[in-house]
């Protein structure tokens, strides 16, 4: 799978694609459906398939800190994205440049003269252009008109629930991670580089390797039972996803308590996986009562990986 970053880096051999647009956020089941039908299209046309999305997503650009909880950096989602077969993953930047293109500039200009593209499928709620004046509608017009076909892909609903980036948010913020999971198609994880922190958790016997979640909002807050990959092996932890109330933290940081491991992992890429939840976060009076529940979510925490 081939990442090509903006506009500009389209060549002519990136020409003549079966393409789809959009935030791909979580890369859950009716996102996997939809690409499964984009790369059976491709074969069917023996064209190469490619995924167009923006950084930041649009409504991050228009709402900064007052979006909707995130489910995926741009890292997680080209990491799900790889086993889909996709051929390419384009990523144009979401700025003030592009929030003003018009619907009929991106159909015309940016889908026929910049990519040639040769068919477009994308969702049924699918919007673009300034405004977001562009639909479905509008987009199966163009195709008429510039020679590309257009097609789209029904909701996908599963057991009565409609599968929804939105849906997998609420699912998260109620800690329900068994229903996260079955409208992922996958366990909910997060990745990131250990960073340098205040080595509070040390201090206090606690060591754990944080990891700034870059994100203007967290979909899960509390304390998790979680696994670790990115080390000689997989291990078990025990993690707080939060703002660190009892520490006056402000940014969304994820701290993690790795069971059996003591080693310096900073600058480490680290995929944490999140299996169960324990408890809210929640501020507590002293270090010492925050070490003394510490001890009790690891107990808890062993108990339930045993």
Same mark, same amino acid.
């Given at each position: ?35 499964? #039908? *984009? =790369?059976?299209?491709?074969?069917? $046309? ?5 995924? &167009? ?5 649009? @409504? ?115 800690? #329900? *991670? =068994?229903?996260?999971?079955?409208? $992922? ?5 997060? &990745? ?5 922190? @205040? ?108």
């Amino acid at each position: 799978m081939k990442l090509i970053r903006g506009l500009h880096g389209i060549a002519p051999e990136h020409r003549g694609n079966v393409m789809t647009i959009g935030n791909f956020d979580g890369v859950h089941h009716g996102h996997l459906k939809l690409l499964d #039908d *984009l =790369v059976a299209k491709g074969v069917e $046309l023996e064209r190469p398939t490619l995924l &167009m999305t923006f950084e930041p997503q649009p @409504r991050e650009f228009f709402r900064g800190r007052e979006v909707p909880a995130r489910l995926t950096r741009f890292r997680e989602k080209m990491h799900l994205l790889r086993p889909t077969g996709i051929d390419r993953v384009l990523c144009i930047p979401f700025n003030e440049v592009t929030a003003s293109m018009p619907a009929s500039y991106m159909a015309r200009d940016v889908l026929r003269d910049t990519l040639g593209a040769e068919y477009v499928m994308v969702g049924d709620d699918f919007r673009f252009g300034a405004g977001r004046v562009g639909d479905y509608a509008m987009l199966k017009a163009a195709g008429g008109r510039y020679g590309y076909g257009v097609s789209h892909m029904d909701t996908l609903m599963l057991d009565g629930e409609r599968v929804s980036s939105t849906g997998i948010r609420s699912a998260l913020a109620a800690g #329900d *991670l =068994v229903m996260a999971e079955k409208l $992922l198609g996958h366990k909910y994880f997060m &990745m990131g580089h250990v960073v340098y922190g @205040r080595q509070i958790g040390r201090t206090i016997g606690v060591p754990t390797a944080n990891i700034r979640l870059q994100r203007y909002r967290s979909a899960l807050t509390g304390v998790f039972c979680v696994s670790v990959h990115g080390l000689d092996r997989r291990y078990t932890g025990v993690a707080n996803i939060g703002v660190r109330p009892t520490v006056d933290g402000r940014e969304p940081l994820l701290e993690v308590h790795i069971f059996d491991f003591d080693e310096d992992i900073y600058g480490r890429l680290l995929t944490v996986t999140v299996h169960h939840r324990l408890r809210d976060e929640r501020k507590f009076p002293s270090l010492e009562a925050l070490k003394a529940q510490i001890e009790i979510d690891i107990e808890q925490a062993k108990e339930w990986f045993a």
